[in-house]
């Protein structure tokens, strides 16, 4: 039983065209995140929401929009996609207090050709 | 001041050693501490955690040892095992971030059998 799953595990898309990532978590947690892995490896955060509501934008672009129906979905939809944009994004959930682990998904690898 | 610096980049080491990771960090609200492990094609996932009140942390064969007037933590992997090799980062967050992680680098490591 997958405790946070994505969909789809791979992208490829042309540049200017608006796709989306799901994401669902069955762990009962309160915060979800978006992390952002580079082609380095390094890991980013890019959104966290806490009980559907958005607390963390760390200056992604405007083209890049989360969307928390309920507390166990955090949906990422990113408009006119560019060749920058290629990484592997990470949903991740937690509980909802500080300083507890984040269980992250298997990731999607989003590639703009 | 939100980084946190890992190294080394890479690290090979022969089955049955000790690999170390290091990292350092500026900020000292940071105040939890967790090692990542990220196998390809994976996410990341927790593999021990320490707060500042404790200086080692000791989970079978993974130590964090933690050293908070230099703002540096380093993770020990004892009796180092082909299994063992994966990608791993350092991480740390503060009571009032929101949960946010601030990931090192990360450090890619390979144990020969």
């Known amino acids: 039983d997958t405790a946070v799953s994505q969909t789809p595990k791979y992208l490829v898309t042309q540049m200017g065209n608006d796709k989306s990532i799901k994401c669902e978590q069955n762990l009962g947690h309160d915060t979800m995140y978006w992390y952002k892995q580079d082609s380095k490896k390094f890991l980013k955060i890019m959104f966290s929401y806490n009980n559907k509501e958005l607390i963390i934008n760390e200056t992604v672009p405007n083209r890049f929009s989360p969307k928390s129906p309920d507390k166990a979905h955090l949906n990422l939809h990113i408009n006119s996609l560019e060749l920058g944009d290629s990484a592997v994004y990470f949903c991740?959930?937690?509980?909802?207090?500080?300083?507890?682990?984040?269980?992250f998904g298997q990731g999607t690898r989003l590639t703009v050709v | 001041q939100q980084q946190v610096k890992q190294s080394p980049q890479s690290l090979i080491v022969q089955k049955g050693g000790i690999s170390i990771i290091n990292c350092a960090y500026e900020n000292t609200a940071f105040d939890y501490f967790p090692w990542y492990q990220q196998f390809p094609g994976k996410g990341p996932a927790l593999l021990i955690a320490?707060?500042?009140?404790?200086s080692e942390k000791k989970e079978g064969r993974f130590t964090i040892s933690f050293n908070k007037s230099a703002k540096q933590f380093s993770l020990h992997i004892m009796d180092s095992q082909p299994g063992d090799s994966a990608t791993y980062f350092c991480a740390a967050s503060t009571m009032d971030s929101s949960y946010k992680l601030i990931f090192g680098s990360g450090t890619r490591l390979l144990v020969r059998p």
């Open positions: 320490i707060r500042p009140d404790v």
């Open positions: 991740a959930s937690s509980l909802g207090t500080a300083n507890t682990e984040a269980f």
